[in-house]
């Protein structure tokens, strides 16, 4: 399936394209009213490489092969291809020398999509070198010009040219402006999301988005052979924590304990915060025997820990356990782990209760 930038890219050229055919049918237009000096043969061959220049511009993108540039987008090429028509097509039109190279500008403009400062000054500059290649072909053709009507028609073609390559430039800065915008948007939105869902302190998820993350496991086991467990945990005598070492001391120790727990839990786990000293875990494809010997290790790891900056403390951890039941809402599973923690911490503490 195309990328959207794929995608973009062959828009662009579809429209370049259009603009092409706009040309070449002003082209037919003039051959038919007698101003072009082509035989039926070189129109064909005009038409034929529009047409085929065209169709190899969409070919490159759509099979990815513009990806080999440094310009994907091929804007420059396409510009001075498009270019190049317009002059080759004035030779043999020298009395509509004027319209048709008002065309340019036209081609000028679609340089705003992409072109910065050096583009505008390439395509100005290959501009200006048609023109005179265009000039010393009509003169060694034995054209007649009116010089004073040339020293005015040229200054004024090239002025059109700065004012349109200007114009181009701006649209062009105002665009990357716009794109610059969009992603700092976009990265202040993605932080806005993530402050939404985590815990400030503990950099864990908040209580909020484990309830929704709770909501799509119950979907998920719902719809058959799927398991998962809450473990509920709750720090023993955390107040004396608090009470010992300030609620500086306490926050640096909930931080370690959050460290812990994301390394001691799977990737396919999920722990969160869910207020003061209370943690959350679910157990994915598990069942009460595989989340008991979890968290036995759990907590046999938190006994023998050392704190950092409290060597001498020593903490120990409550745990509630319940298996999620189908099709009952998991409040209810979580209500059966809550009475499981209260019956850990009324059992005295520092163990895992099952309910």
């Not at 998962?228 to 709750?234: H, M, Q």
Request: glycine share 6%; proline share 2%; with cysteine.
């Amino acid at each position: 399936m195309p990328s959207r930038q794929q995608l973009l890219r062959v828009r662009r050229i579809f429209l370049a394209s259009s603009a092409s055919l706009g040309y070449l049918l002003l082209c037919w237009l003039a051959f038919a009213s007698g101003f072009m000096q082509l035989s039926v043969a070189g129109m064909l061959l005009l038409t034929s490489a529009v047409l085929g220049s065209s169709a190899i511009f969409l070919a490159l993108t759509w099979f990815n092969l513009n990806l080999r540039f440094h310009d994907p987008s091929l804007t420059l090429p396409q510009m001075a291809w498009a270019i190049g028509v317009i002059f080759v097509s004035v030779y043999f039109a020298e009395n509509l020398r004027a319209l048709f190279l008002m065309m340019v500008l036209v081609v000028l403009m679609f340089g705003a999509f992409r072109l910065d400062l050096r583009g505008f000054v390439r395509i100005g500059l290959f501009t200006v070198f048609c023109y005179g290649a265009l000039m010393a072909a009509l003169m060694h053709k034995g054209v007649a010009f009116d010089w004073h009507i040339e020293a005015i028609r040229a200054p004024a073609f090239f002025v059109l040219i700065a004012g349109v390559s200007t114009l181009g430039l701006e649209m062009s800065r105002l665009r990357d402006v716009l794109q610059e915008r969009n992603r700092d948007l976009h990265v202040a939105l993605e932080r806005i999301q993530q402050l939404a869902i985590t815990d400030e302190l503990t950099g864990l998820y908040n209580r909020r988005f484990a309830n929704e993350v709770l909501d799509q496991q119950k979907a998920l086991a719902d719809r058959g052979t799927y398991d998962f467990v809450l473990c509920l945990i709750d720090l023993d005598f955390f107040k004396h924590v608090n009470d010992a070492y300030g609620h500086a001391g306490g926050d640096s120790v909930l931080c370690q304990l959050s460290k812990i727990l994301q390394r001691l839990v799977r990737d396919v786990d999920f722990v969160a915060r869910q207020g003061g000293e209370e943690f959350l875990l679910v157990l994915s494809n598990t069942n009460e025997i595989g989340a008991v010997h979890a968290m036995e290790r759990l907590r046999h790891t938190l006994r023998t820990t050392v704190w950092e900056g409290f060597p001498e403390l020593r903490l120990t951890i409550s745990v509630g356990v319940s298996r999620y039941l189908t099709p009952e809402p998991w409040q209810t599973t979580m209500q059966r782990g809550d009475r499981a923690l209260y019956q850990a911490k009324h059992q005295g503490r520092d163990q895992v209760v099952v309910i």
